[in-house]
């Protein structure tokens, strides 16, 4: 219990307590987000090596003779090294928090069955067996999954946003504010639907009500036989009936609350191009001869680059769904 404790004071944060419980391995979950954020920043060198391939080709239009295959060449092996770096760093990565996060499962559910083995039974039985049942195989295995996965990803996903903000600001600022609108619009509707207090609230309690109900219907499945031997029903089992209406109907509100803000999140998200595409217009109708290259180069390059934002914020939101659940 030493171990579990280490590290894991009330002053200390959600991550760092959570970490604790790898006890000598957390070195392992340290190196795996290291390893994770640098294989979010290989993730980008394939579009900075199509940029430098579309900057030799404008170079030379219309002459396509002039390009310097080798060159095009080389810039070819650049993106797939930032293809191969990527998915390596990210299966090494994967392997150093998979090995951690097996030892703290391990560890964890030895505890929980020393303590179970230590506390009196009237107290197992007002917990409820349904809901040990749950903390054993759903509640540390989120906890593993949440070290195996979740913090690899999490250093990938708060990476890849700052390596995007440089790439969008260093080539054309005028491109780069038109992308962080459409980030701002996306964000907007999402904000717009997290302000109902109403509507988070249900979302709290809809997650609580999911324990409950795995915990009723655990109860009411290992008490088939009296069903069976006495005619009754569910409903004759009031926890679990309460359970299924409370959680159907908080359900069932919170989809229908968001079933029109998400799509308009997802749509505008995934199609940043829509906001770069009116501003590329708008400076280039203006340009001709030596000044329109430059700027058809940025202005390719930020058409190629937006929709990888997408990808970027919805890990990110991923992230933070995994942290509050």
């Not at 009196?120 to 906890?143: H, N, Q």
């Not at 995007?164 to 509707?189: E, M, P, T």
């Not at 079933?259 to 998200?269: D, K």
């Amino acid at each position: 219990m030493a171990k579990r404790k280490e590290g894991a004071g009330k002053g200390a944060s959600w991550a760092a307590r959570v970490i604790g419980f790898t006890g000598g391995g957390r070195w392992l979950i340290y190196l795996s987000m290291v390893l994770s954020a640098l294989s979010s920043m290989c993730s980008f060198v394939p579009f900075i090596a199509v940029y430098l391939v579309v900057a030799d080709v404008v170079a030379v239009y219309p002459d396509f003779a002039a390009l310097d295959a080798g060159r095009m060449a080389g810039f070819g092996w650049m993106a797939l090294g930032g293809v191969a770096g990527n998915i390596g760093l990210y299966l090494a990565a994967l392997l150093c928090a998979h090995s951690a996060a097996f030892d703290a499962e391990y560890n964890l559910k030895l505890q929980i069955v020393e303590h179970l083995g230590r506390i009196p039974l009237g107290r197992l039985e007002a917990l409820g067996t349904g809901r040990v049942g749950k903390v054993m195989d759903e509640s540390v295995g989120a906890i593993e999954g949440f070290l195996a996965h979740s913090l690899p990803d999490m250093a990938a996903a708060f990476t890849a946003p700052v390596a995007i903000v440089v790439l969008l600001f260093v080539f054309d600022w005028r491109f780069g504010l038109a992308a962080v609108a459409c980030v701002v619009a996306a964000f907007g509707v999402e904000a717009a639907g997290f302000s109902n207090k109403s509507i988070t609230d249900k979302m709290r309690r809809h997650l609580v009500n999911q324990e409950r109900m795995t915990n009723a219907t655990v109860e009411y499945v290992r008490g088939m036989p009296v069903v069976k031997a006495f005619g009754q029903t569910a409903e004759s089992f009031g926890r679990l009936s309460a359970a299924v209406r409370a959680y159907t109907d908080l359900a069932l509100d919170v989809a229908l609350f968001w079933q029109s803000l998400m799509p308009a999140f997802t749509a505008i998200i995934n199609n940043a191009y829509l906001f770069v595409l009116p501003v590329g217009i708008a400076l280039g109708a203006g340009l001709s001869g030596a000044d329109f290259r430059p700027f058809a180069l940025d202005f390719i390059f930020y058409l190629l680059f937006v929709p990888s934002i997408a990808g970027a914020l919805n890990k990110m939101m991923y992230i933070q769904r995994e942290r509050k659940c």
